[in-house]
């Protein structure tokens, strides 16, 4: 059985002395949440919130990542920085990096490679924009950018890499797709992954869904079979609210 996964995505919000005192404020009401809980931060956040997360159920991970150890690569951040500061996690192709910073399905699957070397577990986003949905090309959207994001990664890792499926189109708008379709194409997701690797990876893999989770709603996409949880942007940025989606089912 698969435990929800729930991902807090802050973006580029709170400062260094705010990431502090909001997890003060988080950590006692999702100190029994029966899932995981990640906050992705900003990377000048990194350090504090590793520092008030410590000895509890938070864990924390960076929102973007450089494939490269170390070198002339001016203003970029390395896996091996991000996992030195303490952080576990890190997602990989957010819509917002493909769409505003030109990431590519290229970078995308470097950026897995390296995340896995360096001993991070990869968040890694896919999903269509309103004009692949339009011409229901959704299925070969996500496929194609899942194949992409995992080729000539080795069979032994796939199973420590989580995929979010996140709409561009829903993601800050407050609309959302049914639970019920969500359900089917992250049910797609998972069959090309039984496909490709097998019955027990596919099994064992977390798959989220993203894209305008709030507390009003989390509660009917978390309790579809086959969505693990979600990543959740803007409604993570107030603690209560975020406690709430973490809590869904209470």
């Known amino acids: ?117 360096y001993g991070l577990t990869p968040i890694v986003c896919i999903g269509e924009n ?31 890499i989580i995929i979010a499926y996140e709409p561009l189109w829903a993601i800050g708008t407050g609309q959302t797709p049914k639970k019920e379709e969500v359900n089917e194409i992250i049910g797609w997701v998972r069959e090309k992954i039984r496909t490709s690797y097998g019955e027990k990876i596919a099994e064992e893999m977390i798959i989220q869904y993203g894209g305008s989770v709030n507390a009003t709603n989390s509660k009917r996409f978390f309790n579809m079979p086959e969505i693990d949880g979600g990543l959740v942007g803007g409604a993570c940025l107030e603690p209560e609210e975020f406690a709430k989606i973490i809590n869904y089912n209470d």
Request: overall charge positive; some cysteine.
């Open 130 to 160: 309103l004009e692949q949905r339009a011409h229901n090309r959704i299925e070969e959207v996500i496929i194609v950018q899942l194949s992409l994001a995992l080729r000539d990664i080795p069979k032994h890792d796939i199973h420590k």
């Open 1 to 117: 059985m698969r435990k929800k996964f729930i991902v807090g995505n802050m973006k580029m919000n709170k400062l260094p002395s705010e990431i502090g005192p909001y997890i003060e404020r988080l950590k006692p009401l999702v100190k029994d949440a029966e899932g995981d809980v990640v906050l992705c931060v900003p990377s000048t956040n990194i350090q504090n919130a590793v520092l008030h997360t410590k000895g509890t159920n938070i864990k924390v991970g960076a929102q973007n990542m450089y494939w490269k150890a170390q070198g002339a690569f001016t203003g970029a951040v390395s896996p091996l920085m991000i996992k030195d500061l303490g952080a576990e996690y890190v997602l990989v192709g957010h819509s917002e990096r493909r769409q505003l910073f030109i990431e590519t399905d290229w970078s995308v699957n470097k950026k897995v490679a390296a995340a896995l070397e």
